[in-house]
């Protein structure tokens, strides 16, 4: 049977199994054979699709049922896979690990569930033998799910005729292996994976993956799987332009600031935007005659020295934004117009638009889902109004703001953000497409500011 729309989701038995390892190199095997793809990421990440369109070349989306519903997650999938294009999803954490830690909401589960896509348990078998069965058997029977097979991951040649032999008492198929490859390791620090542009020879570490892949995977079975595929026919309502004239827009995009959806680039650019993007670590001005600024997370504790070093561009900032350019500033960003960040090499003075000093600390800080509550009426919302966002991040700020209340599921709560009539600037992440009516007014100010 022939699917509209072939998909796969490469889920885990939980962070550290190998979804990205085992993904990326299904996607490169994938890729080798002329196959077209679609990366998908389940969740609010940014490190993953960014290696996905880096390393490979390939458009990747996130997933994440948190901000959308099940029928805005199906018409988002569908309209990234047209022409027979095949969507690769990576699962997050765990198959069932969703919001709170406590509901399957939001977890690959659900979303496979919700897209009606078969999902590959991607299984390491270290420190198991007969238990491994068991506790495959176990995802199965937990839950209503669509799990169709096992990949074994981090198995030798020698060992993998046990461990399949196994798995199949679990009475599941098994779609092959991948080997040990420590030559294509890719290295971690605090927020996830290096990106694929600080690894230099990611071409080839990402091939040796696919030899593997070709070698000990069942590529043609896995294509034949995610070809049974239903169609999806939800779509989205027409996005209407703020305006015909262009809106341009700042965006910082170097190494210090990458943390960016594409949905988010793509909602800006669809609502009328320019998108202009610009190097606080290289451009020693702003763009010319931009009317907002939009500065994503990153690593900016990375690069403070070098960040701090460009005075011109850090002044310019402070005096535009003080002046009331429209900015939007998501923890990385939000971290740089602080005053200082404090990292392990020292202290370093950032752009000064905002009071206190950021930290890095040894763990993370107010971590996961949340909702934020507009104290008042600000750039992108009315008093009352709530937005969903997402925090990960291992600084502090002496200063967060409290201009909105954030409230997390399990009913945690706390001030943050700072906001006004022409600023958004804190540690929670925005997801746009979750917000249009918020995204549309903060470029209608844009248009205001310029006009003033």
Aim: net charge negative; glycine share 10%.
């Amino acid at each position: 049977m022939t699917g509209s729309q072939p998909r796969l989701l490469i889920g885990g038995t939980g962070s550290g199994c190998g979804k990205t390892t085992v993904s990326s190199a299904i996607l490169r095997a994938l890729q080798r054979r002329g196959v077209s793809l679609c990366a998908f990421k389940c969740g609010p990440d940014y490190i993953d699709p960014m290696f996905h369109r880096a390393a490979l070349g390939l458009p990747s989306y996130n997933l994440d049922l948190f901000f959308l519903s099940e029928s805005q997650i199906r018409a988002l999938t569908a309209q990234h896979l047209q022409n027979q294009t095949v969507g690769i999803m990576e699962g997050v954490m765990g198959f069932y690990d969703g919001v709170s830690g406590t509901t399957d909401q939001a977890s690959a589960a659900h979303l496979a569930r919700a897209t009606q896509t078969p999902a590959i348990l991607t299984v390491r078998s270290k420190g198991q033998s007969l238990s491994l069965a068991a506790m495959v058997q176990g995802f199965l029977q937990f839950a209503p799910n669509t799990i169709q097979g096992v990949i074994l991951n981090d198995v030798s040649k020698g060992m993998y005729p046990f461990y399949r032999n196994i798995l199949e008492q679990a009475g599941v198929k098994v779609y092959g292996f991948l080997p040990p490859v420590p030559e294509s390791e890719i290295p971690d620090r605090h927020l996830g994976l290096v990106t694929a542009a600080e690894i230099g020879d990611i071409q080839a570490k990402l091939d040796r993956l696919a030899d593997a892949a070709e070698e000990c995977l069942d590529l043609d079975g896995l294509l034949e799987l995610a070809h049974t595929t239903p169609p999806l026919t939800d779509q989205f309502d027409p996005i209407m332009p703020v305006t015909h004239a262009p809106i341009r827009i700042g965006v910082a995009q170097d190494r210090a600031f990458c943390f960016y959806y594409q949905d988010n680039l793509d909602m800006l650019t669809a609502l009328g935007a320019e998108l202009v993007p610009f190097s606080p670590l290289e451009d020693t001005s702003l763009p010319e005659a931009i009317d907002g600024l939009y500065i994503g997370g990153g690593y900016p504790e990375l690069y403070a020295p070098r960040l701090a070093s460009n005075r011109q561009l850090r002044a310019e900032l402070k005096e535009k934004i003080g002046q009331g350019l429209p900015t939007i500033a998501e923890c990385g960003g939000f971290m740089y117009l602080g005053e200082e960040i404090c990292c392990e090499t020292g202290v370093f003075p950032m752009v000064g638009a905002l009071p206190g000093r950021a930290e890095l600390t040894a763990r993370l800080q107010n971590f996961g889902y949340t909702s934020l509550i507009a104290k008042k009426d600000c750039l992108l919302c009315k008093q009352g109004q709530v937005l969903p966002a997402h925090e990960f991040h291992y600084s502090k700020s002496e200063f967060s703001g409290c201009d909105f209340t954030a409230k997390k599921p399990n009913g945690k709560q706390w001030d943050c953000v700072f906001a006004s009539h022409t600023l958004y600037a804190g540690y929670p992440h925005l997801y746009f497409r979750a917000i249009p009516a918020s995204i549309r007014q903060f470029l209608e100010i844009c248009i205001e500011m310029r006009a003033k």
